[in-house]
């Protein structure tokens, strides 16, 4: 019996002596490992940013005529109703401006009369006659010029609105045009002032669709679409400003109310999606994969980009569309010599 079970052994050790060295080599060094399958498409990449509320209408209030402020109505911060009186100057000045203006018409208007009568008469000239036509036009003119002036050396709220800065104080001194108040309108419309990289800047249109959501509102979401997109950078960030216009908002929204926004980019080429167990040395945004083709035993290690994880799946960009498998299960043991066998195959 001894005899039988040694000759047996040797019969194997025979056998196994007469397999093709290359043969074995093979079955040693093989990789057993699992595969998945790469899904190509296109993938939405949303653009997140936050920013902060503020009326599509915003206007800087001012004086049309020069002069000292004598009385300040508003305060900054303060709600106002359409027609309020806001600011005023010392009239003093531009009123004598229109009673002189009012006696040059008068003036004007009795001349002009008189020697229209005397035209008529042939005791005046036809150019004595059109000089007081002419000195009465503009006489008039001046007056309306003076009344004009004075209307507008009041500020009055041009909408129900909110006074979100004030410029200067009463008894300065204030030329024409300089801003008293930076005023925003509640009757209308509402916009989002956000930031974006100038990576995310180049992706962007007007018209692209975003959703919003405020702080002081979480549970909510709101639409809006770009109606903006900045062409300088901020000089404290770094960071192009943008602005969104919104759809629906609040009923108690104010300016300055925080919000998160969430772009909707286009649609930015074609991804490999793969299976997340499939990255290997991953750090932050960037990470490598094993590919192969069809029915290959040849694996390629490919660096690729992380462009966005979804679920249990990751869209990659750097991987050429030959490739169709990459390795799930078993990548720690690779390198871009090994050979591979697939474990389903076992």
């Given amino acids: ?10 019969s194997v050790l025979v056998l196994f002596s007469c397999v093709p060295e290359e043969e074995k080599s093979v079955r040693d060094d093989r990789v057993s490992v699992e595969t998945g399958e790469i899904v190509w498409q296109k993938v939405t990449q949303p653009i997140h940013t936050s920013g902060t509320a503020a009326p599509v209408s915003e206007s800087k209030l001012s004086f049309k005529t020069g002069g000292i402020i004598k ?40 001349d002009l009369a008189r020697v229209e009568n005397l035209y008529k008469d042939s005791v005046a000239t036809l150019e004595q006659f059109q000089n007081a036509t002419t000195a009465y036009q503009v006489a008039e003119k001046d007056l309306k010029i003076a009344r004009f002036n004075l209307k507008f050396s009041r500020i009055y709220a041009p909408a129900d609105g909110k006074i979100l800065y004030k410029f200067t104080e009463e008894n300065e001194l204030i030329g024409s045009g300089m801003p008293v ?4 309108s509640l009757e209308g419309r509402w916009k989002i002032k956000a930031g974006v990289s100038d990576k995310d800047l180049v992706k962007l249109e007007e018209g692209f669709a975003a959703n919003v959501v405020f702080d002081a509102w979480p549970e909510n979401s709101y639409p809006a679409v770009i109606s903006e997109t900045g062409s300088f950078a901020s000089p404290v960030n770094g960071t192009y400003e943008i602005e ?15 919000a998160r926004v969430d772009i909707q980019a286009p649609d930015d080429g074609k991804y490999a999606v793969v299976p997340v167990e499939s990255l290997v040395e991953a750090e932050g945004d960037h990470a490598s994969i094993f590919v192969r083709k069809e029915k ?20 990659v960009s750097g991987v050429d569309e030959e490739y169709h498998e990459v390795i799930t299960s078993g990548s720690e043991y690779l390198s871009p010599e090994s050979k591979i066998r697939i474990a389903e195959n076992l």
């Fill in 1 to 10: 019996m001894k005899n039988l079970i040694a000759i047996a052994l040797l």
């Fill in 71 to 110: 009385k300040l109505y508003a305060d900054e911060g303060e709600k106002v109703k359409r027609g309020k009186l806001l600011a005023e100057l010392d009239l003093a000045e531009i009123e004598s401006q229109v009673e002189k203006a009012a006696e040059g018409f008068r003036k004007a208007e009795r």
């Fill in 181 to 184: 108040f930076l005023f925003a």
């Fill in 244 to 258: 969104l216009e919104l759809k629906d908002h609040p009923a108690k929204l104010a300016p300055g109310f925080v």
């Fill in 296 to 315: 290959s035993e040849e694996i390629m290690k490919v660096a690729v980009r992380i462009e966005k994880l979804i679920k249990s799946f990751a869209a």
